[in-house]
């Protein structure tokens, strides 16, 4: 059958809709629910379809069957794939685990999806489709955050390019400047304005990455390397293909003593000095 909703638009900003019978939202059932405002902004452009960033983590079998394996006595034993029968003398997974210790993610992760379009990393670039945004040099951009995920963390930062965030769950915040990473856990949304100002005749990476890191050794524990990606490219040069995703150089943000980076809506107070990481909280936003 069909249902029709009928519903006055406001407040307006960044939402999303979701199924929540079993494990629809985690089977893909979800997408951007954006209000725009009556009175546009005119210091950027605000083009929701062209710029909504939709993130996702995905696995390869339903959610529902993800659950129940969970909760059952079977569980999921590591380094197995996910369904895979456990093999006699390995460990049963357990958790990930934040900077902090904190557990994570109670599943292992499979891959992910920004826009319905990812790469697991077993898969090579040329045999991927990743989503891409364009811009015009000399322009500044809205962009749209939306933390479709069902369990995963994930730290969003577009390489050589400074954010400005502008909004968070739909409305507007004092803007933060020259943010590095904006930090979306599931269901949360964050706007940013993105300046159009880099060299438009190469191709940046667009990078979620989970909090996910290995506890072990020393600090700063480094990350389990479970990115999403795409791709960032200027209205100067042609989209980027599968051919070229190889290609494209990795500039991810230097945190260093001097010049510490910026990380909003942190998921703990602060980082550990040795990230040399500021930390915007949500509650001062």
């Not at 029968?85 to 049963?92: K, S, T, V």
């Amino acid at each position: 059958g069909s249902f029709r909703y009928i519903f006055k638009a406001e407040p307006s900003g960044t939402f999303f809709y979701h199924g929540h019978i079993d494990g629809q939202r985690g089977d893909g059932l979800q997408g951007a629910l954006i209000v725009l405002e009556r009175e546009p902004e005119t210091t950027y452009r605000d083009v929701p379809e062209q710029h909504t960033i939709n993130l996702f983590d995905w696995w390869p079998r339903p959610f529902i069957d993800m659950f129940t394996l969970l909760k059952s006595t079977q569980k999921v034993y590591y380094p197995t794939s996910v369904g895979d029968l456990p093999i006699p003398g390995l460990d049963q997974y357990t958790t990930s685990r934040l900077a902090d210790g904190t557990e994570h993610g109670t599943i292992p992760y499979y891959s992910g999806l920004i826009n319905g379009q990812g790469r697991h990393r077993d898969v090579p670039y040329s045999k991927s489709r990743l989503s891409t945004f364009r811009v015009d040099y000399g322009q500044s951009y809205r962009f749209r955050l939306v933390g479709a995920q069902m369990l995963y963390a994930y730290k969003v930062s577009v390489d050589n390019h400074k954010l400005r965030v502008i909004s968070t769950d739909g409305f507007f915040i004092q803007p933060v400047h020259a943010v590095d990473y904006v930090i979306v856990y599931p269901g949360e949304r964050y706007d940013f304005v993105l300046n159009a100002n880099q060299d438009p005749m190469q191709y940046y990476w667009i990078r979620a990455e989970t909090l996910e890191v290995n506890i072990t050794g020393e600090l700063p524990y480094s990350s389990l390397g479970n990115v999403v990606e795409a791709v960032l490219y200027y209205s100067n040069r042609t989209e980027p293909q599968p051919t070229d995703y190889a290609t494209i150089g990795s500039t991810r943000p230097s945190c260093t003593t001097s010049a510490p980076c910026v990380a909003v809506n942190c998921p703990f107070r602060s980082f550990h000095p040795s990230y040399n990481t500021t930390c915007i909280n949500v509650d001062s936003l």
